[in-house]
């Protein structure tokens, strides 16, 4: 296929992914690591996928953390501080549509705060995020902005109250339960969407996972906007191949002409 051709064919899923995300009664989003790529946070999986250069369980495993937190730092830096990273097209686009009462609710496996940064109001964050961490020795409490100076300085969170290294934030850790009251709230909206964008996800890891089989299973669409065809196909309505910062804001933009009766 030459590149115009396949321009034209992306340029008519994304007009069929505009119609149905402008009649969907309930659509909401889906996302992972993929859609903050082009902000420069590396992916997990793949050949410059985190997991490649950081075990994931020294790096995000609770009992490693209790001896070894330096090892969740250097992961954390190279996450979000390396990367200098800010929302990107992607991102914003999705945040467009929610003003603009298309979008209910972005259900996010990421940590990294990208999607509220972007001005994303309704966030589902699975795994947690960054924003606040806990001393588990003595309970005192951090911001992001406060441990965002410590990583900048190279340096390992030490607890200004005890000394102690475990400043954990609140994030899901390998073997731990993802927040109960997030997950319930997440599965209501897979149920209850009509309609679902899943971005950027290799959609691997579970229970995260299985949040769009919800949808399915409850009668809703699913469209897959990724950079490649994952390794569930047979589940999309729609698969839009390509990096979600070019095609998001196209779609936001078509949806929204429609919405509009443009
Ligand atoms: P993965 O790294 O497994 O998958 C990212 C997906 O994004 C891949 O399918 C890529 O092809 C795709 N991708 C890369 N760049 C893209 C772009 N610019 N636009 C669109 N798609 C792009 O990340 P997740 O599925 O989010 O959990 O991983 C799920 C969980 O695994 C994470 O939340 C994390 C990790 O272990 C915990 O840490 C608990």
Redesign the pocket.
């Known amino acids: 296929m030459t590149p115009k051709n396949f321009e034209n064919k992306i340029e008519e899923k994304i007009a069929e992914a505009a119609r149905m995300l402008a009649t969907a009664e309930y659509p909401v989003c889906f996302t ?4 903050s ?2 902000s420069g946070v590396p ?4 050949p410059d ?1 985190l997991w490649e250069k950081h075990d ?1 369980q020294k790096a ?1 495993s609770l009992s490693s953390f209790r001896n070894q937190p330096e090892a969740f730092w250097d992961f954390a830096r190279e996450l979000v501080i390396t990367s200098g990273a800010s929302p990107n097209p992607g991102h914003q686009a999705l945040a467009r549509l929610e003003e603009q009462q298309i979008l209910k609710t972005v259900i996010t ?2 940590i990294d705060m990208l999607h509220q940064q972007a001005g994303s109001k309704n966030v589902l964050e699975l ?1 947690g995020s960054l924003e606040k961490a806990d001393c588990r020795d003595c309970g005192a409490r951090y911001s992001w902005q406060e441990l965002e100076k410590i990583l900048k300085r190279d340096e390992t969170p030490e607890c200004r109250n005890c000394s102690s290294l475990r400043i954990k934030p609140r994030i ?1 850790f ?1 073997g731990e339960r993802l927040p109960e009251k997030v997950l319930e709230n997440a599965w209501q909206e897979a149920q209850q969407a009509d309609l679902m964008l899943v ?7 579970y229970p ?1 996972a299985g949040i769009p089989d919800l949808t399915l299973q409850a009668g809703g669409k699913l469209i897959y ?4 065809r ?1 390794s569930r196909p047979e589940i999309f309505q729609l698969i839009l191949t390509g ?3 070019s095609i998001l804001p196209r779609l936001a933009d078509s949806a929204l002409k429609i919405s509009r009766g443009d």
Request: proline share 3%; hydrophobic share 40%; aromatic share 6%.
């Open positions: 992972g690591a993929g859609i790529a082009e992916t997990f999986r793949g996928g994931p995000v496996q990421n795994h899901v390998f971005i950027g996800s290799s959609l691997q890891v995260a906007i990724n950079a490649d994952g990096r979600a910062g």
